[in-house]
């Protein structure tokens, strides 16, 4: 498995869990909880820009990806 495809998979991967978290977010009435998990879906976003951001350096230095 290269570089790429395990960056790809963690990128698909921190999607998904950032997904979960937005999905508890709204469907838990304590709010305590809601917070938290709003506030891990957004630092999830913040580790998901950054891995989009390695994709696009992979890309340009393996066009193949």
Do not use: C, H, W
């Not at 395990?6 to 978290?21: H, I, K, M, P, T």
């Not at 709003?38 to 890309?59: D, H, T």
Request: aromatic content about 6%.
């Amino acid at each position: 498995m290269t570089v790429g495809t395990q960056v790809q998979q963690a990128l698909a991967d921190a999607r998904s869990v950032q997904a979960n978290f937005e999905t508890f977010s709204l469907k838990t009435q304590d709010e305590t909880a809601k917070q938290m998990y709003g506030n891990a879906a957004k630092q999830l976003q913040e580790i998901v820009e950054g891995l989009e951001k390695r994709m696009e350096e992979i890309e340009q230095e393996e066009p193949q990806f």
